[in-house]
């Protein structure tokens, strides 16, 4: 267990004692999932907790210039009654409301399970077809932006120096002729740990697919964009996109492992099955419109 | 360190270990153990206190956390001589058996009710689903917090937020 435990006010503190402290410091906001590490690991070398979870610079949900700006210490509970994000982004919102319980959804910060980098997280296969960039402070106070897809390098990897602070995240309001899907499989309604998670952006204009995003997690060392499916849907008149054939490429892009959730050759099936009925029924959603 | 928080909307300030879960806080410093440890790992919802009104699991929040903030645990809500609607219910509607993760049940419900006093039969499963209970098999549970719906639920509120 850790010795102390700081709750710095800003992110030049938060900066300062991360600098200070190296390795033996380690970053948290709600702690739903590190807090657990910790005490689990019983004599672990993590000496000092930078508790970012209050800072009020990172806690914003707002608008700008078209995009949305997410900070990442905003809360599961404050993402689905967020109006602006169930508007705009239910893909989002929708992700929200499946991940655990509602206790947990009240101190889970969506830069917590994007950074924590399991290959289940919920709330990246959304931000993935939103294709959302992630904003970093670094020591000194310099910043850099770096697209989530860049960001994410295996499972419980991503590209952050030992010195940097994901803010946030934003991304571009997708058009209102797209729309948005996600779906969570899981063993049980609450409190389930996804055996694979869909989301899905796609935008039809004049009865062809103009654009498609999907992403999968669950189904390799991080969750990830299909794009072998994207690629063969994109500009694709609606009636042939219901082709079974045009979601085969799903098999080539994800390498699930067999674990005690699920095997491999489930979530191989549950991937092909649940991309095509979800794409099918996005476009049959969207002939009606 | 020391611990500045209110509990029950009474001021409380003590020097804990900078480790120390809010649970054993409540439980181990305060005497208040009305709040149960089953877990440990926020699984279960025997631990659930209100952080600011809003329900959390307290034996995976570092105590820390509440620094400044106002926590109500289950002797804030309702005791024997005065309690709260909710755990009236829990009791006719005989919705407990062993009773231990009832007091999370309770604080649980209390905050749902609160926030959705028309919730339907869906949000109801949704707003308990961070509780778990192996005895009653949740049938008794759900009825006592459906019965309460569209009543006007009394839910005590820490003095600076009303």
């Given at each position: 267990m850790w010795k102390r435990y700081y709750t710095p006010k800003n992110l030049s503190e938060a900066l300062e004692l991360k600098e200070g402290y190296g390795k033996r410091g380690r970053i948290i906001s709600g702690g739903t999932d590190l807090v657990i590490d910790f005490s689990k690991k019983g004599v672990s070398s993590t000496e000092a907790v930078i508790d970012i979870s209050s800072i009020p610079d990172i806690r914003n949900i707002f608008i700008q210039n078209g995009e949305l700006y997410i900070g990442s210490a905003v809360t599961f509970s404050e993402i689905l009654h967020s109006s602006v994000i169930r508007e705009h982004v239910p893909v989002l919102a929708e992700a929200a409301r499946q991940i655990a319980g509602p206790q947990i959804r009240n101190l889970a910060t969506i830069g917590g399970n994007v950074v924590n980098a399991s290959p289940a997280a919920d709330a990246i296969p959304p931000l993935l077809v939103l294709n959302a960039m992630v904003s970093i402070i670094g020591a000194g106070g310099g910043s850099r932006e770096v697209y989530l897809e860049q960001f994410l390098l295996g499972n419980r990897k991503v590209?952050?120096?030992?010195?940097e602070i994901v803010t946030g995240f934003h991304f571009q309001i997708p058009s209102k002729n797209c729309c948005q899907y996600f779906r969570k499989v899981k063993?049980?309604?609450?409190?389930a740990i996804a055996l694979l998670n869909l989301a899905i952006c796609l935008c039809v204009e004049k009865a062809r697919i103009s654009d498609v995003r999907i992403a999968m997690g669950a189904v390799a060392p991080t969750a990830l964009r299909i794009k072998t499916v994207e690629n063969k849907l994109k500009n694709l008149p609606t009636d042939l996109a219901?082709?079974?054939?045009?979601?085969?490429g799903v098999l080539s892009d994800i390498d699930p492992i067999t674990d005690f959730r699920a095997s491999r050759q489930y979530r191989l099936r549950v991937a092909k099955n649940l991309l095509y009925e979800a794409v099918v029924g996005l476009l049959e959603g969207s002939d009606q419109n | 360190m020391k611990l500045e928080f209110y509990v029950n909307n009474q001021q409380v300030s003590l020097e804990i270990e900078d480790n120390e879960m809010l649970v054993d806080v409540l439980r181990e410093r305060l005497g208040l153990t009305g709040t149960k440890i089953s877990c440990r790992e926020g699984e279960c919802g025997s631990c659930t206190v209100w952080l600011d009104e809003k329900p959390v699991?307290?034996?995976?929040?570092?105590?820390?956390?509440?620094?400044g903030r106002h926590v109500i645990t289950i002797e804030g809500l309702g005791n024997l001589e005065s309690p709260h609607i909710v755990q009236e219910q829990i009791a006719r509607f005989g919705a407990t058996q062993c009773g231990y993760c009832t007091p999370g049940y309770v604080m649980a419900a209390a905050a749902l009710l609160r926030d959705?006093?028309?919730?339907?039969h869906d949000e109801i499963m949704q707003g308990l689903s961070g509780n778990l209970c192996r005895c009653t098999g949740y049938t008794r549970i759900i009825a006592a917090v459906e019965s309460l719906v569209d009543s006007s639920v009394e839910i005590p509120l820490p003095k600076e937020l009303r």
């Open positions: 590209a952050l120096e030992p010195n063993p049980r309604q609450s409190m219901k082709n079974p054939e045009c979601y085969q | 699991n307290s034996c995976i929040l570092p105590a820390a956390k509440a620094q959705h006093p028309h919730a339907s």
